[in-house]
RNA sequence: CUUCUGUGGAUCAUCCGG
């Protein structure tokens, strides 16, 4: 059982899930038990695989098949939870546990402070941390639970706040590790506080912290988005002769550097530097290319490199049509633009609000009120989940139209969704 | 503590104003 256990994770981090359940079946067949990790670790997968509603049923099949879901179980689940952005549901979870008797631990809620962070509820985790020192030993916050939060309070331009945060960490004797570092120093730097930024990595190397890939590309990050290509540039020989290597992301972070000055043809360029280094180009760095096609009026070439690109073997995603769809857009090829979104799903992909908005964005500015609406209306059919930036994009569209009726009539819709004018 | 499961750091698309 270990045997197939180890392998139905491997296929799951590879991206195999239907295979990983084939696995589990063939295991069931052969008459070998499952376990508990077996379980979990299917629950995992299923779910890192984008198959929610299969991780939930394997749930209740080992409920049913008298297995007994131990925390590991519940702790996936509230991180599913979270990740669909239901905390209702993570929290109810997180109560199960201790139902239960089982022990929430603190991995449990490092995930549910993680899954506050990524839904904008820093201020939250940040809560649940100090809480956490109260309850005694067994949670005693770790090196995950401050790079959680200080990572939320960043995202969330609290800077200051999460450098408190960090002060208070090593007053609790919590050796800072390179993930640390790394948050802050791309929150410091992306945010021009450079003084700051390299002093902490001095104070880095002297704690004999080794800067790794991770770190070299969020500087990088930082100095490409605000426009230092050059100094960008430097780091990337430095790394290629000297190390830590260069992986995709380094490679597409300064491609897209390239392309946020409009330089397309040294996009192109590092893409072969890219390709020469052994590092394979994944659908990030295509998707920088056509942003940068599409910026300077080619949709034309990424509409022909789309195809090239499936050749090689790599999928486009949402994203890459997204990007695709607000080229056409622009270009005021809406008829493309709706049919490529209508293809989506033949394509293997599920439409998602942010590619709707864009359409629907383009219908705004380009055509009538009219066909704006009928795609807005047809939300459900595709299962799509409006939220704000879908009504926003609309009352703008209706003011576009002089149609101020209809605008109030959206504006007075957003709270009977759920959701509240930002 | 012979082997298997859960948490944290870096890159890409959408709304208004400027």
Redesign the pocket.
Known sequence: ??TY??VI?GLCKEGLAQESLELFRVMKDKQVIP???TY??LI?GLSLNGYDDNARSLFEEMESVGIEPD??TY??LV?IMCKLGNLVEAYRFLEATIERGLKP????Y??LM?GLCEMGKATKAMQLLSKMHELGDHFKPD??SY??VI?GLCKDGSLDRALLLYVEMISYSIKP???????LI?CLSSAGRWEEAMSLLSEMKEKGVMA????Y??VI?ALCKDGKIQTAGILLDKMLKDGPQP????F??II?GFVLLNNIQEAEDLLKVMKANGVSPD??SY??LF?GYCKCGNTQRALEMLNNMTDEGIKP????Y??VL?GLCKENKLELAKSMFDDLKNRGLHP????F??LL?GLCKAKSLEEALELFYKAGEYSVELDI?SF??II?GCFRSGNLQMASKMFDEISSKGLSPN
Do not use: P, Q
């Not at 992986?247 to 380094?250: D, E, F, S, V």
């Open positions: 059982v270990v256990n180890t994770h376990t508990v990790f979990n670790t995992w925390v590991v702790t996936t991180k631990d603190i991995v449990t490092n995930t993680n090196a995950v790079t959680t990572g590790d390179i993930h640390i570092y790394s948050s791309h790794d890939c991770v770190m590309t969020a990050d992986n995709a992301i380094t597409n972070t897209d659908a990030v998707n920088n942003k995603t949402i994203i890459t997204g990007i607000r998602n609000v942010v590619a908005n864009i964005d930036i926003n994009t703008d």
